[in-house]
């Protein structure tokens, strides 16, 4: 069974500045590690994920994630915010998709 | 391709009544899942089917809740009766799976009121 965590509710950054949201995971087995975003009154939107491979994950929007098996990790990353970026953030696991409560996202012009 | 396509998008209906909701999977995906999502308690997975098969149902509240998926292009989640606490923004999302999972893609949702 996989499961995440994501420790933080929310994440305030200024725009330009330097995006990461967190997501731990718990697994038995290789895990398969996915990252959604959801902005208000819509679907969620797949960002990125790892099957397996290189640890350093691209994906839309110049998002980014680094897979890191020793601390069990999974963060979503960008290195210059958008006031765009701002939104609801899922990490997710397994082919099921189990979720996490999701990070809200709020960045300041 | 159009997506995921869900309806109706908005439902709002009295508390005893049958609600079904409606969802056209991407075509050539062989799998189908429904989630809900509550303020309470998130997104959660109700069931997903593999090549039209219920595989895991284990997410399904109560025998309230029923879902078919009758041929690759469409499926239904029906809530018969509904009642208040069935209120929720109810997601369809398909994916194709070969061996790893696929990348899922999420309809619009459909907002579910009982009143």
């Known amino acids: 069974a996989q499961s995440v965590a994501q420790p933080e509710d929310q994440v305030n950054v200024a725009e330009g500045n330097p995006l990461t949201v967190k997501c731990t995971y718990s697994?038995?087995?290789?895990?398969?590690l996915f990252w959604y975003v959801q902005y208000p009154n819509r679907g969620l939107q797949f960002l990125l994920k790892y099957i397996t491979g290189d640890n350093l994950v691209k994906g839309s929007y110049g998002f980014e994630a680094e897979f890191n098996k020793s601390q069990t990790s999974f963060h979503l990353k960008k290195p210059s915010a958008l006031v765009s970026d701002s939104a609801l953030y899922f990490c997710a696991s397994d082919y099921k998709l189990s979720f996490g409560a999701g990070t809200t996202v709020t960045v300041r012009a | 391709d159009a997506g995921v396509i869900q309806s109706p998008r908005h439902e709002v209906t009295e508390m005893g009544q049958e609600v079904t909701l409606r969802c056209k999977p991407i075509?050539?995906?062989?799998?189908l899942f429904w989630y809900r999502q509550t303020m309470m308690r998130g997104l959660e997975l109700l069931i997903y089917f593999n090549n039209n098969v219920p595989i895991d149902d284990s997410g399904m509240p109560e025998d309230r809740f029923s879902a078919k998926m009758p041929n690759a292009s469409f499926s239904t989640l029906k809530i018969q009766p509904s009642e208040p606490r069935d209120s929720a923004v109810y997601f369809c999302?398909?994916?194709?799976?070969?061996?790893?999972?696929?990348?899922?893609?999420f309809g619009p949702g459909t907002r579910l009121t009982v009143l």
């Open positions: 697994v038995s087995g290789n895990p398969y």
């Open positions: 075509s050539g995906h062989n799998s």
């Open positions: 999302a398909s994916s194709l799976v070969s061996g790893n999972p696929g990348t899922q893609y």
